[in-house]
């Protein structure tokens, strides 16, 4: 019975997260803010990510491919849709989910025990929508560039641990990564990482808009909504797949 209250409680909050903005120019300049904070400084980790995640997907299917009936460029094919398919979205959504999401979980969450938010209410203002809906907003908007920026970065990855260690030549993983492209592959991850940022953002904002106690129950809450995103960020991958791609 507690998962459907919270079901319910989460409905309402991000009801109240998508109010009417107190006042357009500062929640512009908010927008701006949170980009900054969520989006350029997470810059760092998913190119750190996607260069291994290639430069791993390359040499694993490079060492168990090892019939010579099976062309060296098909090698660069299943780097590229694997990073395109799934790793730039999911793998990259779920790191983010670690390090955006318990961020966005602490940062409300000592708002809430300090009384911060209560003090926001008394003034009048709808604490949901000024504090969440900019990092909301902001995390939709940047996480299209994350995740192409993480394709990118993959793929050039898996082709330098290929030329380097002498599994792939270069022209073959070239040929690879332009035989048979499919367009929609990436308008598919897109689409995977704008509904990941949205329950980002927003599930851990409810945790930590609901925190109570101390420093040790926030350092909670942001655990909570750690694990809470990534197990829907797990489940919304399925159901994307199964809509989009089945």
């Known amino acids: 019975m507690r998962i459907f209250y919270h079901i319910g409680r989460y409905t309402l909050f991000v009801k109240k997260v998508f109010g009417r903005p107190e006042k357009h120019s500062i929640f512009v300049k908010q927008v701006i803010k949170e980009i900054d904070k969520l989006g350029i400084d997470s810059l760092g980790i998913v190119f750190i990510i996607s260069i291994f995640m290639g430069a791993v997907i390359t040499l694993q299917t490079?060492?168990?491919l090892e019939s010579p009936l099976i062309p060296r460029y098909t090698i660069g094919l299943a780097a590229r849709d694997s990073m395109l398919l799934e790793f730039s979205s999911t793998i990259v959504g779920l790191i983010l989910a670690g390090k955006v999401g318990s961020n966005i979980a602490s940062e409300i969450g000592t708002m809430r025990v300090t009384e911060q938010i209560d003090a926001l209410e008394i003034m009048g203002i709808n604490p949901a929508g000024y504090l969440v809906?900019?990092?909301?907003?902001?995390?939709i908007f940047i996480i299209?560039?994350?995740v192409i920026i993480s394709m990118g970065v993959g793929i050039t990855g898996g082709f330098l641990a290929g030329s380097l260690s002498g599994e792939v030549p270069a022209p073959d993983y070239i040929y690879g990564i332009?035989?048979?492209?499919i367009p929609f592959y990436v308008v598919y991850s897109l689409i995977k990482g704008v509904v990941f940022a949205f329950v980002i953002t927003t599930v851990s904002a409810?945790?930590?808009y609901y925190a109570e106690g101390g420093a040790l129950e926030v350092g909670k809450a942001s655990t909570t909504a750690v694990v809470?995103?990534?197990?829907?960020?797990l489940l919304f991958n399925l159901l994307l797949t199964q809509l989009l791609l089945a």
Request: charged share 5%; glycine share 4%.
């Open 62 to 64: 490079a060492y168990n």
């Open 133 to 139: 809906l900019p990092k909301v907003v902001a995390f």
């Open 144 to 146: 299209p560039f994350l």
């Open 178 to 181: 332009q035989y048979a492209f």
């Open 206 to 208: 409810y945790w930590g």
């Open 228 to 233: 809470t995103s990534s197990v829907q960020i």
